[in-house]
C-alpha cells in the first residue's frame, strides 16, 4: 500500500528538519502543506520532526469499519457533552470580551473543539471519504446552512473527494398543489409532470 506524509500544521513547531532530510523536496513548499506529486513515500521526514506533526497515510483508505453500538453509545454521549462545554466556553468567552479571561477561554473553547473532533473521527463520522461526509456536503450544496456559505468550495470538495462507501439514496416525497397526487424520488426532474392532472413540476410542492 502506497503512504504519504502528511504535515499537521497545528503540530507543527518550524523545526524544519524535514527540509533537510527529504529527498525529493516534497516538504519545502510556500504553504507547508507537503507536495504530495513529489512525496514517494518514504517516511524520513516523519521519522525526523521532533513534533511528530507529520504522519504517513494511506494514498487510498479502506472504508470506515462500523462500530458497535455499544462502543458508539458513550462516544456520542461525550460528543455531546464536549460541544455543550465548547459553547459554554464560546458564550463566556463573549461575556469577558477582552483580557487574560477571554483568551483562556477562547483557549478553553479551542482545546474542547479538538477533542471533540477526534471523538467523532473515532466513532466513524466526518471522514474525509465516508459516506455521512459527502451526504453532509450535498445537502449544504442544495440548500446552504448560511447566505455566504461557500456552494461552490463545496461543489469541489464533492469533486475532489474520493467516496468509498456506497451512497444512500434519500427519497422525498412531492405533492402535486392541484390534485393531491404524491410523487416519491430523490429530486423532481424539471419535465416531470403530474401522472393524474398533467400538472408540470413547478405545481409540486416537496412536504417530506
Given amino acids: 500500500m502506497k503512504m504519504l506524509a502528511v504535515r499537521n500544521l497545528r503540530l507543527c513547531t518550524k523545526d524544519c528538519l524535514c527540509l533537510y532530510v527529504c529527498p525529493t523536496g516534497a516538504t519545502d513548499t510556500e504553504d507547508s502543506i507537503i507536495d504530495l506529486s513529489k512525496c514517494i513515500g518514504c517516511g524520513m521526514c516523519a521519522d525526523?520532526?521532533?513534533s511528530k506533526?507529520?504522519?504517513?497515510?494511506p494514498e487510498e483508505y479502506?472504508?470506515?469499519?462500523?462500530?458497535?453500538?455499544?462502543?458508539?453509545?458513550p462516544s456520542h454521549t461525550l460528543a455531546n457533552n464536549k460541544a455543550k462545554a465548547e459553547g459554554m466556553a464560546r458564550l463566556l468567552a463573549r461575556e469577558a470580551e477582552s483580557g487574560e479571561l477571554y483568551r483562556l477561554l477562547k483557549a478553553v473553547e479551542r482545546s474542547?473543539?479538538?477533542?471533540?473532533?477526534d471523538l467523532l473521527r473515532e466513532s466513524g463520522y466526518m471522514l474525509p471519504q465516508s459516506a455521512n461526509t459527502h451526504e453532509l456536503l450535498a445537502s449544504w450544496v442544495q440548500?446552504?446552512?448560511?447566505?455566504?456559505?461557500?456552494?461552490?468550495?463545496a461543489k469541489k470538495l464533492l469533486e475532489l473527494l474520493p467516496c468509498?462507501?456506497?451512497l444512500e439514496k434519500k427519497m422525498h416525497k412531492y405533492r402535486c398543489?392541484?390534485?393531491?397526487?404524491?410523487?416519491?424520488a430523490e429530486e423532481l426532474p424539471p419535465d416531470f409532470s403530474c401522472p393524474v392532472c398533467r400538472q408540470?413540476?413547478?405545481?409540486?410542492?416537496?412536504i417530506e
Fill in 48 to 50: 525526523a520532526c521532533p
Fill in 53 to 57: 506533526a507529520i504522519s504517513m497515510v
Fill in 62 to 73: 479502506p472504508p470506515q469499519q462500523k462500530k458497535a453500538e455499544h462502543v458508539l453509545t
Fill in 112 to 117: 474542547l473543539r479538538l477533542v471533540n473532533e
Fill in 143 to 153: 440548500e446552504p446552512p448560511a447566505p455566504d456559505f461557500p456552494v461552490e468550495a
Fill in 164 to 166: 468509498n462507501e456506497p
Fill in 177 to 184: 398543489t392541484v390534485c393531491g397526487y404524491i410523487h416519491e
Fill in 200 to 206: 408540470p413540476a413547478s405545481a409540486f410542492e416537496r
